[in-house]
């Protein structure tokens, strides 16, 4: 069986699905995009996915993309490794978490980072940061308090879930130059879950693989 292509930028959202797959343990090939140089934007990428962006998984002659499908897919498909809870509630909530990020988190985010999908003119675009700004961070005070009420740690279920690695990358992108959060002063359950993800061997290989630097939160 050919091993499975997962196709990511570093420090992107792909993060989250890059740190499942390492999890999973399974074997796939980490095959970097350079968005800065458009690569995603090549004919050969937008033949594996036509809207340009990462990240991508191709597995045989199946491929999906948006990291909530790809967490799933990957959890589904290394079953032993119990990335997906198991019980009723826990399964509830780590869907509703995959979907809460994707749908809320990174588009608030996406207003500040990508202001000209959203406006034409630079006032216009100034206007869509603005109000992204607010909207975001009212949003990571959602998250903050959401995961005030987690129990063992995790943010779904009683164990590990790849809705954890989905927090991290949101908690990175916090802590970097374009939001500039006190991510340990202001939203400190969130750091302490950072720092739990961070800790895990998985982790340390893709931010390694990535090229980047492994964040050492204050807990």
């Not at 948006?66 to 967490?71: G, H, Q, R, S």
């Not at 003119?121 to 005070?141: F, M, N």
Request: hydrophobic share 40%.
């Amino acid at each position: 069986m050919a091993r499975m292509k997962f196709f990511y930028a570093p420090g992107a959202c792909s993060l989250a699905s890059h740190i499942a797959l390492e999890e999973a343990e399974a074997d796939f090939e980490a095959v970097r995009i350079d968005t800065a140089k458009g690569e995603q934007k090549t004919a050969d990428y937008l033949k594996i996915n036509p809207k340009g962006r990462v990240p991508a998984l191709v597995d045989g002659n199946f491929i999906v993309t948006e990291n909530p499908a790809i967490l799933r897919y990957v959890a589904v498909t290394h079953p032993d490794k119990e990335l997906w809870p198991a019980e009723p509630w826990g399964e509830a909530r780590c869907a509703e978490w995959l979907a809460f990020l994707s749908s809320g988190v990174h588009p608030s985010y996406a207003h500040i980072r990508r202001a000209e999908r959203y406006a034409t003119t630079e006032e216009g675009r100034r206007d869509v940061v603005e109000t992204g700004r607010r909207a975001t961070r009212e949003i990571y005070q959602m998250v903050e308090e959401k995961l005030s009420a987690i129990r063992n740690g995790w943010a779904a279920g009683d164990g590990y879930s790849v809705a954890d690695p989905y927090l991290l990358v949101f908690w990175t992108w916090g802590a970097g130059s374009v939001l500039g959060y006190d991510m340990e002063g202001d939203f400190p359950n969130w750091t302490a879950h950072a720092g739990r993800v961070l800790a895990r061997p998985a982790t340390a290989a893709v931010f390694e693989r990535e090229g980047l630097e492994l964040p050492q939160p204050r807990a």
